[in-house]
């Protein structure tokens, strides 16, 4: 049985947007579009069911911006043309008619690219090869290939696709918000980390010249949406290839970080890590959470890793957190609100949801 302070089921404003409550569903990714990226009638079914089983907000998996470096798996969705945002369109549409509210995450592979249609080479800050090996579950194998560093060019043509994507996202798709990815080891946070980022160059250097590309994201992503929808980003140290990963400053940089995206105006950040609750840096207590919420006084605070424990979640609300966001409990349940609404004991996860590949199984689609 879970049971969370019910204030979680109370609503919640990010922007402009009302939500009915503070649950959101994590973006997951599930290689399951078309091979051209167009959201199916099973991926609306998919998401369909977390707005009928109580979820506030629905982020999706994160979607490519761009038809050059942006896609990083096979059969990921995309928004990089008008006839994928047109796909998006009746996700959004039953999203709503269950009264939930449904972001689209934004996404940039750069060197963790492991199935792009438009580019054979894949690109970086630097050419720096990735840690670790490619996910088996998004049909990768082996090393990840060693990037190109991006010129000035392919720099300008990333933010650009950021802002095309989120243009088609908010006026085309119908999302209600957009969520920039600016975490977990992608093309944003290979910018913001010291070992991918060796530039000399105004985009590489301390952390506040290496936080500069989200910056200069959220601007033009800002800039493209206006105050239609909510513009939010989301964070991490770990990675998807280097969980343990430590900002190098520790928490100076959180308050760079932190302090930067607050004075870009983003409307919410969602903070991730693989256990959201424990301090972030060996020295000092304090969560990323709670970092987050003392540097980015005001912004919506989003926080996800493993919440679905009720102590866990509890302590990232009292560090500051507004909303929860749920990954594999949300898979087992995306009926998680109206269970915890009614007190009613949770499905345990089953990872062989995700094998041998991640995409959407029709056991899920019988589920709520
Ligand atoms: C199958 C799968 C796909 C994921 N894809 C994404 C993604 O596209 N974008 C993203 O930001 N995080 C992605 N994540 C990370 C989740 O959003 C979340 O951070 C992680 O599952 C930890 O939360 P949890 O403990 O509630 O599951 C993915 C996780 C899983 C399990």
């Given at each position: 049985?879970?049971?969370?302070?019910?204030?979680?089921?109370?609503?919640?404003?990010?922007?402009?947007?009302?939500?009915?409550?503070?649950?959101?569903?994590?973006?997951?990714?599930?290689?399951?579009?078309?091979?051209?990226?167009?959201?199916?009638?099973?991926?609306?079914?998919?998401?369909?069911?977390?707005?009928?089983?109580?979820?506030?907000?629905?982020?999706?998996?994160?979607?490519?911006?761009?038809?050059?470096?942006?896609?990083?798996?096979?059969?990921?969705?995309?928004?990089?043309?008008?006839?994928?945002?047109?796909?998006?369109?009746?996700?959004?549409?039953?999203?709503r008619?269950?009264?939930g509210?449904?972001?689209?995450?934004l996404?940039?592979?750069?060197?963790?690219?492991?199935?792009?249609?438009?580019?054979?080479?894949?690109?970086?800050?630097?050419a720096?090869?990735?840690?670790?090996?490619?996910?088996?579950?998004?049909?990768?194998?082996?090393?990840?290939?060693?990037?190109?560093?991006?010129?000035?060019?392919?720099?300008?043509?990333?933010?650009?696709?950021?802002?095309?994507?989120a243009?088609?996202?908010?006026?085309?798709?119908g999302?209600?918000?957009?969520?920039?990815?600016?975490?977990?080891?992608?093309?944003l946070?290979?910018f913001?980390?010291?070992?991918?980022?060796?530039?000399?160059?105004?985009?590489?250097?301390?952390?506040?010249?290496?936080?500069?590309?989200?910056?200069?994201?959220?601007?033009?992503?800002?800039?493209?949406?206006?105050?239609?929808?909510?513009?939010?980003?989301?964070?991490?140290?770990?990675?998807?290839?280097?969980?343990?990963?430590?900002?190098?400053?520790?928490?100076?940089?959180?308050?760079?970080?932190?302090?930067?995206?607050?004075?870009?105006g983003?409307?919410?950040?969602?903070?991730?890590?693989?256990?959201?609750?424990?301090?972030?840096?060996?020295?000092?207590?304090?969560?990323l959470?709670?970092?987050?919420?003392?540097?980015?006084?005001?912004?919506?605070?989003?926080?996800?890793?493993?919440?679905?424990?009720?102590?866990?979640?509890?302590?990232?609300?009292?560090?500051?957190?507004?909303?929860?966001?749920?990954?594999?409990?949300?898979?087992?349940?995306?009926?998680?609100?109206?269970?915890?609404?009614?007190?009613?004991?949770?499905?345990?996860?089953?990872?062989?949801?995700?094998?041998?590949?991640?995409?959407?199984?029709?056991?899920?689609?019988?589920?709520?």
């Amino acid at each position: 049985m879970i049971d969370y302070n019910q204030q979680i089921l109370t609503p919640y404003d990010i922007g402009n947007r009302r939500l009915r409550n503070r649950l959101a569903v994590a973006p997951m990714t599930r290689v399951s579009g078309t091979e051209a990226g167009l959201a199916t009638a099973e991926i609306a079914r998919y998401y369909e069911r977390f707005a009928k089983g109580g979820f506030g907000l629905v982020i999706t998996e994160g979607l490519y911006t761009d038809q050059k470096y942006a896609q990083g798996y096979p059969f990921q969705p995309g928004l990089s043309d008008v006839e994928q945002a047109k796909a998006w369109r009746r996700v959004t549409d039953l999203v709503r008619a269950h009264n939930g509210s449904v972001f689209a995450q934004l996404m940039h592979a750069g060197a963790l690219n492991q199935g792009n249609r438009f580019e054979t080479a894949t690109a970086a800050p630097s050419a720096v090869r990735p840690k670790g090996t490619q996910m088996k579950f998004y049909y990768g194998e082996g090393q990840y290939p060693l990037p190109q560093a991006m010129s000035d060019e392919d720099i300008a043509d990333a933010i650009a696709g950021f802002a095309q994507a989120a243009v088609l996202a908010t006026h085309t798709a119908g999302f209600d918000g957009i969520e920039i990815h600016g975490a977990n080891g992608y093309l944003l946070d290979q910018f913001l980390t010291d070992y991918t980022n060796q530039r000399d160059d105004r985009w590489g250097g301390n952390v506040q010249a290496r936080i500069r590309l989200t910056l200069e994201v959220i601007k033009a992503v800002r800039a493209a949406v206006g105050t239609l929808a909510p513009v939010g980003v989301r964070i991490s140290q770990s990675k998807v290839n280097d969980y343990e990963h430590k900002w190098a400053e520790g928490e100076a940089a959180a308050e760079v970080i932190f302090g930067s995206l607050k004075d870009a105006g983003v409307d919410f950040i969602h903070v991730t890590e693989f256990e959201a609750w424990k301090p972030a840096f060996i020295e000092g207590n304090a969560s990323l959470v709670e970092l987050a919420r003392r540097y980015a006084s005001q912004v919506a605070i989003i926080a996800n890793g493993g919440l679905d424990v009720p102590h866990h979640a509890e302590q990232v609300l009292r560090d500051g957190a507004d909303m929860i966001a749920l990954g594999k409990a949300a898979l087992a349940n995306p009926d998680l609100p109206s269970r915890l609404a009614t007190h009613t004991t949770l499905a345990e996860f089953d990872a062989s949801i995700l094998g041998p590949i991640a995409n959407i199984k029709d056991s899920e689609l019988a589920l709520a």
